[in-house]
């Protein structure tokens, strides 16, 4: 596979085809998936629950995500790698430049930023500096303690409303990708349409160009209830690859995210 960049990204959704993303932590994982026809791997910061074992990803660090995207780099065989900003790493625009900077070197192609319309300045400068940016909208983990919990948003009319100006503000602003979770398909369709970029979900719903999940839930090996957007590729494969693989097939088609597993 030759290496995907943001123009092949940009390229699929102008054809109208779906590409998949799917978290990487380490450099045997990375190998794997970026063999099996995934096309960006996320060094998400989920990493916090899922391999250190917190209960948020609140406690994750810069340096945390900068050795992870390092081992995930070092495993790369070509897919496009996007990392994660953690927790108050980018309160300010200065502050967002400097640790953007560090995950690029760390061997990220493209960084993520949870937030809304505040995001803008930020994404401004970055993309100005070369670096591009991934806006994440609708659940956004870092600020769960305000939203209470991990819950659907965007249900009623106005923050729906919201949530697709501030796509479209981000958007004008210079990011170069979208990603939404945790919002109902409906929104997450309307959403889709009315940007340019590419936009991937996680929760929601079979619309938007690309899909997500952690690599943990779809091998069916996270501990404790699993989310409705979730589906274990485990279940009916005998191999990891062959699970990978699956989840590729499954979102280039259409098939996965079914409406059961939408909101
Ligand atoms: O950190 C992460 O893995 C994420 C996904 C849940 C989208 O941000």
């Known amino acids: ?7 092949t990204l940009a390229a699929r959704k102008q054809a109208g085809e779906k590409f998949s993303v799917l978290t990487a932590y380490d ?9 099996a026809g995934i096309e960006m791997m996320l060094v998400g910061d989920s990493l916090g629950m899922v391999l250190q074992g917190h209960t948020s990803t609140l406690p994750v660090t810069v340096a945390d995500m900068a050795y992870h995207t390092n081992a995930v780099a070092r495993g790369n065989q ?11 790493s980018y309160s300010t625009p200065e502050q967002c430049m400097l640790n953007a900077g560090l995950l690029m070197q760390a061997g990220a192609h493209i960084i993520k930023i949870e937030g809304a319309a505040w995001l803008a300045e930020s994404i401004e400068k970055l993309s100005e500096r070369g670096v591009p940016v991934c806006a994440h909208l609708g659940l956004t983990p870092q600020t769960v303690n305000l939203l209470g919990g991990y819950r659907v948003q965007g249900k009623d ?12 503000r981000l ?6 990708m979208l990603l939404l979770e ?10 889709t349409r009315n940007v340019e970029i590419p936009v991937i979900g996680i ?7 690309a899909q997500v999940l952690v690599l943990h839930d779809m091998l069916g090996i996270t501990p404790g209830r699993k989310p409705r957007f979730v589906k274990n590729f485990m279940a009916d494969s005998d191999s990891i690859e062959d699970a990978i693989r699956r ?3 499954a979102v280039k088609s259409g098939t996965f995210p079914s409406q059961e597993q939408s909101f």
């Open 1 to 7: 596979m030759s290496n995907i960049t943001l123009h």
């Open 27 to 35: 450099a045997t994982f990375s190998h794997i998936i970026s063999s």
């Open 78 to 88: 070509g897919a496009m790698i996007m990392s994660d900003l953690p927790f108050m």
């Open 157 to 168: 009319n106005a923050s729906a409303m919201r949530m697709l100006e501030d796509a479209k």
């Open 171 to 176: 958007e004008n602003a210079g990011a170069s």
């Open 182 to 191: 945790c919002v109902p398909a409906l929104l997450a369709e309307e959403i």
């Open 203 to 209: 929760g929601a719903g079979p619309h938007t160009d």
């Open 247 to 249: 989840y590729a097939e």
